[in-house]
């Protein structure tokens, strides 16, 4: 069998001060603190935040760090250490949708969202030097364009004491992705980011915002969760991600719903009853995948706050499997590569296994005991060879904190 590497998160402290040299290098000045924020999974709760359904994401030990001075430029001048050939030097007053490349449109966007409530940020007189050193792997699902927006907001809040809440970041972070960068997601990565904490899945409601945090101490209880990038091809700027958005919207539509939220809330056979009224068979498996997948977060957020992971573990893994068997068959938004990497997980012993993240490639989420995290991922990586696919990237993940100051 083969030997499979598994990526843990650095350790966080050492790799805020390596943002910060990383910056002095850079600028030639010191930074005047360096911020950061974290990726995510969804544990379970997928393809539902647009139809404000419940999500249950967690953030993952890999963050992603901005080191930032403010100066008198009237300039972002932008540097990230994954982009080392595109630097930014740009006026703040000057800043709107394709005025930056593309990777730097998530931290300008931030920016540029927040100049509305706060003008001073394109006064002329105000300038950032932003250093941006990423752990979490680029386009594997694992949110690294939340982590960088959040950590370019909480720095914003914290040098400048612009008074933001969290709900009022969380906003800027999304707007920067959907209206600067043009990448039409939810609002779950930005909130996840944010409002994470450390031992603990977030239940969060997209209808109105409102968070929860429950148990999920997985090491206490013997497990750890497993990532594997699967390195297939994932671009949420494609159509495919529109077009299941528009398809909820027209189930809601049919069936004289705001949203499928609705639906899911009217309970399980007024569910069945609607659902089996919508003609078209696509839009009905489309519905029925967003409708099912609520109820499943609902049970699995209730059985977090009541019992927790030790008692539940088998109904847990349970609602995770039928989660990803979900999105393959009615929502129809996985790959080979998703599906054979859980097939493998799931055989390998796993407790339950799903895609995480928009799909269409992406990272697969295993619950599996701790000591068989390794063994697990060697599984995946053997099949992907069976299969002739690209080697995968195993991560062991542990629900940590949201977004913060470092230095
Ligand atoms: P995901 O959020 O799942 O990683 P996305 O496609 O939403 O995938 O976002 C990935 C994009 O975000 C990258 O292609 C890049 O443009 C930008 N990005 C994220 N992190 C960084 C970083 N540390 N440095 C530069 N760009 C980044
Ligand atoms: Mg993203």
Redesign the pocket.
């Known amino acids: 069998t083969s030997t499979t590497r598994l990526h843990r998160a650095p350790d966080r402290a050492e790799a805020a001060r390596a943002a910060g040299r990383a910056f002095a290098d850079a600028f030639g000045t010191e930074a005047d603190g360096v911020f950061s924020a974290p ?1 995510r999974v969804t544990i379970i709760g997928e393809h539902v935040d647009y139809q404000d359904g419940l999500c249950l994401p967690m953030a993952i030990g890999h963050r ?1 760090f901005a080191a930032v001075r403010v100066t008198e430029t009237g300039r972002l001048q932008l540097r ?4 080392p050939d ?1 630097a930014v030097d740009v006026a703040l007053a000057d800043l709107a949708p394709g005025a930056v ?7 300008a966007g931030v920016i540029w969202a927040l100049a509305d409530a706060h003008p001073q940020l394109r006064s002329g007189e105000l300038g950032l030097a932003i250093l ?3 752990q ?13 927006e959040c950590s370019v907001a909480q720095a914003l809040e914290e040098l400048l004491g612009l008074g933001t809440t969290q709900q009022e970041r969380i906003a800027a972070c999304i707007r920067a ?1 959907n209206e600067f ?1 043009g ?1 039409a ?1 939810g609002g779950l ?1 930005q909130s996840a980011s944010v409002r994470a904490a450390q031992g603990h899945a977030l239940l969060l409601d997209c209808a109105d915002g409102a968070v929860e945090l429950e148990p999920w101490d997985l090491s206490e209880h013997g497990l750890g969760l497993l990532i594997v990038d699967t390195r297939a091809e ?4 494609g159509g495919e991600y529109a077009e299941r958005r528009g398809q909820t919207e027209s189930a809601a539509e049919a069936l004289g719903a705001a949203t499928l939220r609705e639906v899911a809330d009217a309970g399980a056979d007024g569910v069945r009853d609607q659902l089996d009224a919508l003609e078209d068979d696509v839009i009905r498996r489309r519905a029925r995948h967003v409708v099912t997948e609520i109820c499943r977060v609902r049970e699995f957020a209730d059985l977090l706050a009541d019992g927790g992971v030790g008692e539940n573990l088998r109904r847990l893994g349970e609602l995770m499997n039928a989660s990803h068997d979900s999105l393959r068959d009615d929502f129809e938004v996985t790959v080979p590569e998703l599906d054979v990497a859980v097939g493998a997980a799931r055989d390998a012993g796993a407790h339950g296994a799903r895609m995480t ?2 799909g269409f490639g ?1 990272s697969i989420i295993a619950l599996v005991d701790a000591d068989q995290m390794e063994a697990t991922a060697a599984a995946v990586a053997t099949a992907f060879a069976e299969h002739g696919f690209t080697a995968p990237v195993a991560f062991a993940a542990q629900p940590s904190t949201g977004a913060g100051r470092d230095i």
């Open positions: 990726g992603c990230s250490r994954q982009m595109d490349p593309v990777w730097a449109g998530y931290a941006v050193d990423g979490v792997p680029l386009g594997a699902g694992l949110s690294s364009s939340a982590a960088l992705e960068v990448a997601t990565d994932h671009s949420l700027i993240g928009g992406g």
